[in-house]
Every structure is written in C-alpha cells, then in structure tokens.
C-alpha cells in the first residue's frame, strides 16, 4: 500500500500524538522512513499533543492544502482533529477504534484493510 501511494506520488506525512523522538524511532526501525516526508509528533512538553493542535501545525509548516489532504487514523481523536482543521478523515479498522467510534467522530469511511486505502487517494 505504502509503495502504490510512492508511486501514485502522494506525499505522506506521520501525525502522531506520540513525542516525536519516539515516533522518529518507531518509523527507523520499521524502515519506513522512506515513505514519508515527515515524522510529526508531540514535543515531550506536551507541545502538539492534541490532534487539532498537530494538524494545524503540519498544514502550516507544510504549506498544505486542506482541500487536497486526507487524516488517515484509528481513533476518534483523529478523526476530530481532521473536522476541526477542514480535512477528510478516514477511518481505519485494523487500529485500536472501532467503526463506531470512528463514524461518531465523523470519519467520512471506514477501511477494512490497508490496500483499501489506494481507492481512496485516487
């Protein structure tokens, strides 16, 4: 999925409420740091740790175009922080949420799989 988004050249960011010393660190070991342009994280002070606050921060220094952006999560805190800064959230269901939570919160769809994501960039 991952390669079929590289090659369709979209760009893709991580937005995590995670501290992104972390979420860097995670990103490394997977070898996924390829695939991003970005690793966005919370600040260890709590700086960026709501999704609201994380998104709008990416779309600024990014210079990015909401209408042109989508939030890809598996909570509601995702979807919610996509809603509050003008984006399309989409939900996913191999993470932690369920198709409840992430419908309540908004999320435009639910995807079952991550291959399912490639329709939905297009």
Known sequence: MLDALQEQRHTLYVATSKPAVFANRI????????????????????????????ISHILTCEQIDPDETIMV???????????????????VLWGYGSREELEASGASACLCSPGSLISVFK
């Open 27 to 54: 990103v490394d070991y997977f070898g996924l740091r390829g695939y991003f342009e970005h690793v966005y994280g919370s600040g260890l002070d709590g700086a960026l740790g709501d999704k609201k606050s994380l």
């Open 73 to 91: 999560g598996d909570r509601e805190y995702d979807m919610a922080g996509a809603r509050e800064n003008g984006i399309r959230g989409v939900g």
